[in-house]
């Protein structure tokens, strides 16, 4: 894993955090499913996880497409626009 991602391959960024719920809203630039191990990195964030949870509309679905906006489940504490990359 790299500490340093270029944005280009950012598969989507965070436009609303619910800190009482640990949900991150999602803006979707490509394809994540649930089991995609990823890293949000921000100005002050830096959390890896794998994604075990992922919803539109309130309804649990495996996989989202570039475009969707989904909530996502954090396992930690992350900021609006910060830019989510695929953690192979």
Do not use: C, N
């Not at 949900?23 to 075990?52: C, E, M, N, S």
């Amino acid at each position: 894993m790299s500490d340093q991602h270029d944005p280009a391959d950012a598969v989507g960024s965070i436009t609303h955090w619910y800190s009482h719920l640990s949900v991150a809203a999602v803006r979707l630039t490509k394809p994540l499913k649930v089991g995609d191990k990823i890293h949000i990195k921000g100005h002050t964030t830096d959390v890896t996880q794998t994604i075990d949870s992922l919803e539109v509309d309130r309804k649990k679905i495996e996989q989202a497409k570039p475009g969707d906006d989904v909530a996502l489940r954090v396992y930690g504490h992350v900021r609006d626009r910060d830019l989510i990359f695929r953690d192979d």
